[in-house]
Nanobody, 122 residues
Framework: VQLQASGGGLVQAGGSLRLSCAAS????????MGWFRQAPGKEREFVAR????????YYADSVKGRFTISRDNVKKTVFLQMNSLKPEDTAVYYC????????????????WGQGTQVTVSS
């Protein structure tokens, strides 16, 4: 398994969760890492991405100011801290790796984790 996401769960609106995604060396090293999500009946959408150096991050407007993406290159892990969660954040969250810098397009991500369910109750 090249990407393994974890940390999802059930939380009340306004609560927080921290997702983690552990990666293999060849998948993680030098890669842009991203988080995407897919809600039932909806298309997959971009959430956040971070460059290899962590200098560059980018967020979807819907999560800006509430979510924070970070990475630990020693532990080969990327994180998504989610605060002030809303019911509309309910989805399966996927981590992904890309060799393309600064991309928000799922088609540019070659490696995908299995997904972790996040459910936010109102």
């Amino acid at each position: 398994v090249q990407l393994q996401a974890s940390g999802g769960g059930l939380v009340q609106a306004g609560g927080s969760l921290r997702l983690s995604c552990a990666a293999s060396e060849n998948t993680f090293s030098g890669s842009t890492m991203g988080w995407f999500r897919q809600a039932p009946g909806k298309e997959r959408e971009f959430v956040a991405r971070i460059s290899w150096s962590s200098v560059s991050t980018y967020y979807a407007d819907s999560v800006k100011g509430r979510f924070t993406i970070s990475r630990d290159n020693v532990k080969k892990t990327v994180f998504l801290q989610m605060n002030s969660l809303k019911p509309e954040d309910t989805a399966v969250y996927y981590c992904a790796a890309s060799r393309e810098p600064r991309t928000v397009f799922g088609s540019d991500y070659a490696y995908w984790g299995q997904g972790t369910q996040v459910t936010v109750s109102s």
